[in-house]
């Protein structure tokens, strides 16, 4: 088991700074800063969540949060209404709008918009310490018991507080997305993120944290609009999101090995805003009062940092401007 994690230690930076340094040599070829390397990005076949009007999720809080917290987060829900044309530009409406560009076999694109329906939480139910296949059992037991619906077209996300550990969550691997079959009939698309601040912000709340591995630019965190904490999560739940609508069943839109794919946000990882390279996530708006770095405004003139989006018709990474 030793043997293990000392191997496991010396893999993951090694496989980082070969990712990185593959990426500035592509940059230095000519190629655009927004594009990543190996970019073999394809439509397999499967569905997507095109759904209705919108794509609706269920929230379960796993654990304790804080008001703030909560308040930012569904505050980011609360921001997909694209008819809040009175808000700062850009925002979260126009950022999620690049996704419409994904569509299946029949030229259906996922919905415009998404709505969080419900979100009820969860004292930690099945402990402290949880295996990836107990996520599923917590919705399954939501279901069970009435608490949340059986809906098909929706999805349900699992936040675990940062006291919370979850299997494979830091090891790599900031939060996932999967499909299960409930009542032996209906496929429901889940996903879990947690909160990185105690266990892995280099990982999973960078640029709002010094990185675990590879290059700073330029030497210090960026200021978070919200906190390291919630903000990371943000981070992970936008890119969550854009996967489980683009790839729910491992069948849609990724580049890779389908087990471990890198999808619509994934293949654009660590690119922020224009510019972006290998320890530098690109040009980004500033507060000037708070000094906080963001690249969307949401519902109330809140901010958030989201994601570049890969688009499948050009071919690169579609950052918000």
Request: glycine share 8%; net charge positive.
């Amino acid at each position: 088991m030793k043997m293990a994690t000392r191997l496991r230690n010396m893999f993951f930076p090694l496989l980082f700074a070969l990712a990185q340094i593959s990426w500035a040599i592509a940059i230095s070829h000519g190629l655009r800063e927004e594009q990543p390397p190996s970019a073999i990005f394809k439509y397999h076949g499967g569905a997507l969540l095109t759904g209705p009007r919108s794509i609706k999720t269920y929230l379960i809080w796993y654990g304790g949060f804080s008001r703030e917290n909560r308040a930012s987060i569904t505050g980011f829900f609360a921001s997909f209404n694209p008819s809040k044309a009175q808000e700062p530009q850009p925002t979260v409406a126009a950022w999620w709008s690049r996704i419409q560009s994904y569509k299946d076999k029949s030229g259906n694109s996922v919905p415009s918009t998404v709505r969080l329906v419900k979100q009820v939480g969860d004292m930690y139910s099945l402990g402290k310490s949880l295996k990836r296949s107990q996520i599923a059992s917590i919705i399954n037991n939501k279901i069970a018991n009435k608490i949340l619906p059986l809906d098909s077209n929706a999805i349900y996300l699992v936040l675990t507080s940062k006291d919370v550990t979850v299997e494979r969550f830091c090891m790599g691997s900031c939060g996932f997305h999967d499909s299960m079959l409930v009542a032996k009939k209906t496929r429901l698309v889940y996903g879990h993120v947690g909160d990185p601040s105690a266990q892995c912000p280099g990982l999973c709340a960078w640029p709002y944290a010094v990185p675990a591995y590879g290059p700073q630019f330029p030497g210090q965190p960026l200021v978070p609009p919200n906190g390291v904490d919630v903000d990371g999560m943000l981070i992970n739940i936008a890119t969550i999101l854009l996967g489980a609508v683009t790839n729910p069943y491992k069948t849609g839109y990724f580049q890779g090995n389908a087990l471990a794919p890198l999808e619509a946000a994934t293949a654009c990882s660590g690119i922020f805003g224009a510019g972006a390279y290998p320890g530098y996530p690109g040009q980004l708006l500033v507060d000037k009062t708070s000094k906080a770095s963001f690249n969307v405004y949401g519902t109330n003139a809140t901010k958030f940092l989201l994601p570049a989006i890969w688009d499948p018709k050009t071919s690169n990474c579609k950052v918000i401007t």
